[in-house]
């Protein structure tokens, strides 16, 4: 009886659990957005999150009034927080296109239910990211001078320094992961206008569906750029870090001046983006209900993946320790001393442990299978990353070559706002998207649903 | 048949609409349509879709995007504003691939998007299918496969009976 005659009602294939049908899929989905009822820990989030945004905002204002001298940042640390939170934020929008791009190509089934949501968190990362450079200008006035125009100056960006090249990979990827984002919502978008009941949301959901009607040429077409633009997003992926990377190792600075930073740098940010889908997958599925779309299953799978990322990283830093001692190089070997056991050693140490010792625990399987267990795992992931890009910036600035130019960094009450609120904006961003766009791509549970069908039948 | 745009038969699974739209070509159908919540494969070539551009538009889009970036900084380097560094090469191109790649991969997108939108026809905001009864459901659960009135098979009572003899939930008109 299944497959040709009957709809098609899902069967149990880990990463969609049975009895879903494309009717009570496409409504699950979209009446949380629809008709679901604000309710007050939704409201909670909303205005605590919305007051760190002012809080940032405020923040800001007071940075652009009086300077960047109101944070910790001096010479020999000229580089403080404002570049290590760049640095981590953008490291955290990389899982979302990791999702929607490479695990699409290699036909992972457990990509569909959290790709939406990961690449809203990847824009919003990214956004956050973005950000950061700005504000930590002298003159942010003037921040689009970085840009190529012509202008009345008659000068041109330097193509030959990586900040140039920061530039064109952060502006690329924000655009394309939104490109991206956008038209995988487009079909959805559709159905939220045809579901809609307000002529209100009709119109609105209507005018940014463009007037799609699920025409089989369009969906035809529709699939190959989409697979297109996975294609050229995934070696976009892995060079938004490398460049990023390389503001840094193209500096001679000890602890800056090294080649393993570019994979290093694309699985730290990897492992980091996948403990923030963590983050976010956890709390949203108890919220909405979603534990048929969003699996244990999911959830082991991303652990693996963090497991997986977090060796790299570990590799990474194992090398760099390696490579200060086998090069001889005196400074390398002083930085590498002075992390062990100088001024910013607490940092280093709680990093090596949060980084590398705790994700051991997901080798075993029940480790991957306890949610809070897993909840807490990706908190102390991000709490770590965020380490160690404050280890990386600010330690090795901290003690260069000359010791009469030696510095400490300790960072003001502001750095703190500034990092807090960027957080709060991130989150207070991420609840407004999971009340106005579906939180998981209805047309593709659609297809996932078939598919499990087809499976069983094959 | 004044103010009909065609004949509109619904389905209630993907299977059945393939077949009916492999059906409807074999009956000399050219501008039959097909419409479904989600991508079918196979849908579209069976109702005799063959030229997709949107891989040539993007390829097309990524090379313009890479020649224009390395032009920009080509240009821009070596004639406009040269800066002698230590003398070092001004066309110091390996420097110059980031952005060239970045670039490329801007207009590649960019391509691969406008022309999905372009050569479907979107954005189009009016349509006389959304008028049609039970249409809303071909983003949702329903499956649709419409005769135009302005194909050169297409006629009234022939049409209707063509898709009556596959057995669809309803078949309605559309009115133009």
């Known amino acids: 009886m299944a497959g040709l005659k009957s709809p098609a009602v899902s069967r149990d294939i880990g990463v969609l659990h049975a009895g879903w049908s494309y009717a009570s899929i496409s409504d699950k989905i979209s009446d949380l957005v629809l008709t679901r009822p604000v309710r007050w820990p939704w409201l909670a989030g909303f205005f605590g999150t919305f007051a760190g945004t002012l809080m940032f905002l405020g923040a800001t204002g007071y940075l652009f009034a009086k300077g960047i001298g109101i944070w910790g940042v001096d010479i ?19 899982a979302g296109t990791f999702i929607s791009a490479i695990l699409l190509l290699l036909r992972q089934k457990w990509r569909t239910s959290i790709n939406r949501f990961a690449e809203a968190m990847t824009l919003f990362a990214a956004s956050m990211a973005g950000l950061f450079p700005i504000l930590h200008l002298g003159r942010p006035w003037f921040f689009y001078w970085i840009a190529p125009y012509p202008d009345h100056m008659n000068v041109w960006p330097q193509w030959r ?16 992961s939104l490109l991206f984002w956008y038209m995988g919502l487009v079909p959805d978008l559709a159905t939220l206008r045809d579901r809609a009941h307000s002529r209100f949301k009709q119109l609105t ?51 800056y001046h090294s080649t ?11 492992f980091s983006g996948f403990a923030m889908v963590l983050t976010l997958a956890i709390p949203l599925r108890k919220a909405f209900g979603l534990y048929d779309f969003i699996t244990d299953v999911h959830l082991d799978h991303a652990a693996k993946v963090l497991l997986a990322t977090g060796a790299f990283v570990a590799y990474g830093y194992a090398t760099e320790i390696f490579m200060a001692f086998y090069s001889g190089d005196r400074y390398e070997i002083a930085m590498t001393i002075d992390r062990w056991t100088g001024a910013y050693a607490p940092v280093y140490w709680t990093m090596m442990t949060f980084n590398v010792l705790v994700p051991q625990v997901l080798w075993f399987r029940r480790a991957r299978r306890c949610v809070p267990l897993l909840f807490a795992l990706s908190l102390v992931v991000n709490a770590g990353m965020w380490m160690e890009r404050v280890t990386i910036v600010v330690q090795s600035l901290h003690k260069d070559f000359l010791p009469s130019s030696w510095g400490i960094f300790i960072p003001t009450m502001w750095d703190w706002i500034i990092l807090a609120g960027s957080i709060s904006t991130f989150a207070w961003l991420f609840l407004v998207f ?3 766009l579906p939180a998981i791509s209805i047309s593709e549970m659609r297809l996932l649903a078939r598919e499990s069908v087809k499976e069983q039948a094959a | 048949m004044k103010n009909v ?15 009916a739209a492999k059906r409807v070509r074999e009956a000399g159908y050219q501008r039959a349509e097909a419409y479904s919540p989600f991508h079918v494969d196979g849908l579209a070539e069976a109702l005799g879709f063959e030229r997709n551009r949107v891989p040539f538009f993007t390829f097309l889009g990524g090379l313009f995007g890479g020649i224009g970036g390395f032009y920009l900084q080509w240009y821009s380097a070596v004639v406009d504003y040269p800066v002698n560094i230590a003398g070092r090469p001004l066309d110091s191109w390996p420097m110059f691939v980031p952005v060239t790649f970045e670039m490329a991969v801007l207009g590649a997108a960019f391509a691969a998007v406008i022309a999905m939108f372009a050569a479907s026809g979107l954005p189009q905001l ?5 008028a049609a009864p039970e249409f809303d459901l071909a983003t949702r659960n329903r499956f649709f496969l419409c005769l135009r009135v302005d194909d050169a098979a297409f006629d009234a009572r022939r049409s209707r009976e063509l898709l009556e003899s596959l057995h669809p939930m309803r078949c309605v008109e559309v009115k133009a």
């Open chain 1, 205 to 255: 959901y209507g005018l940014f569906a463009l007037g799609w009607r699920g025409e089989a040429r369009h969906w035809a077409r529709f699939e190959t750029a989409y697979l297109l633009l996975a294609g050229i997003a995934t070696p976009l992926v892995v060079s938004v870090h490398s460049v990023v990377s390389l503001d840094f190792a193209i500096g001679n600075t000890p602890g």
């Open chain 1, 76 to 94: 020999p640390v000229a580089w403080g927080f404002a570049i290590a939170n760049f640095v981590w934020w953008i490291g955290i929008g990389h």
């Open chain 1, 260 to 270: 393993i930073f570019p994979p290093y740098f694309v699985a730290g940010a990897l």
């Open chain 1, 434 to 436: 999971i009340r106005v």
């Open chain 1, 161 to 176: 320094s990586p900040l140039v090249w920061d530039f064109f990979a952060i502006a690329t990827y924000l655009t394309v």
């Open chain 2, 126 to 130: 009016r349509h006389p299918l959304f």
């Open chain 2, 5 to 19: 745009w065609g004949l509109l038969a619904e389905f209630a699974t993907a299977d059945e609409l393939v077949t």
